[in-house]
């Protein structure tokens, strides 16, 4: 069978949530050396998230990586007027939309299109004439699939965190889920993306979701690069991403 190729994104929000541990006082460790690690490794895109609370990400790293990344930047954000003024700035190749919670330790869920659709609508519009690429992070529901179509998403990543977490049957459910939503993600001509939670035991089960293109992993890598450094975690992911 011919190899079939998913990109790689790498979340390096945990390297900047090590750096604001001191308030941002330090100058490590740094955001755009592990980036450079990253992409040694094989990382076809880097993630980050820039949360309203800048828990982790601060402004100055976007400035920083919109002007100095090696390869795709994608940029996680909430829908907000701040946060697309941003984007429309600096550029990002992507920009996945997400939905934000003060108090959530992590994104928990995936956004409700249906619930915000003229908002969602608009800022992908405004985006997309910058020539940004536009995800948006979805729980694997027929519903949310339809509705991204509609407001004119060019892929959908899949929220994984349920299915990683989940066991047994219900692991078998939400995994008949994401393939049913990534079939029909990929008949209405979005890119198919995934994302959360994922180590190296799910990325290689991850593979087999249909029309799969790209994922997104930070956690697991930057706690993986603790033991073996962030280049050869990205390498063995690349691998494990690698299907024959
Ligand atoms: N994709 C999205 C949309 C996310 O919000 C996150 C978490 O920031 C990830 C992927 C990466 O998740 P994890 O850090 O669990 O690998």
Not at 44 to 72: F, M, N, W
Request: proline share 3%; aromatic share 4%.
């Amino acid at each position: 069978m011919k190899a079939k190729k998913i990109r790689l994104g790498v979340n390096v929000d945990h390297v900047a949530t090590l750096r604001q541990v001191r308030r941002g006082q330090t100058v490590y460790p740094s955001v755009n050396d592990m980036v450079g690690e990253a992409v040694k490794g094989g990382a076809d895109q880097i993630t980050i998230h820039l949360r309203e609370d800048r828990r982790h990400i601060q402004t100055s790293d976007l400035i920083e990586l919109a002007k100095k990344c090696p390869v795709d930047l994608n940029l996680e954000m909430a829908v907000t007027p701040e946060m697309i003024k941003l984007a429309n700035k600096y550029k990002p190749e992507w920009c996945c939309f997400v939905p934000e919670k003060r108090q959530e330790l992590t994104t928990e869920g995936g956004l409700n299109i249906l619930s915000n659709q003229e908002e969602i609508s608009f800022a992908i519009e405004k985006l997309q004439s910058r020539g940004i690429e536009i995800s948006l992070f979805l729980d694997p529901s027929p519903e949310q699939v339809k509705a991204a179509f509609v407001v004119g998403a060019d892929a959908i990543e899949f929220h994984t965190g349920t299915w990683v977490l989940a066991k047994g049957l219900k692991k078998q459910k939400e995994w008949a889920r994401l393939k049913k939503a990534a079939e029909l993600c990929h008949q209405l001509g979005m890119r198919v993306h995934a994302g959360h939670g994922l180590d190296y035991k799910h990325s290689q089960d991850i593979r087999k979701l249909p029309h799969l293109l790209e994922v997104n992993i930070g956690h697991f890598l930057i706690c993986e690069s603790l033991k073996v450094g962030l280049k050869s975690a990205v390498k063995k992911m690349v691998q494990t991403l690698k299907s024959s």
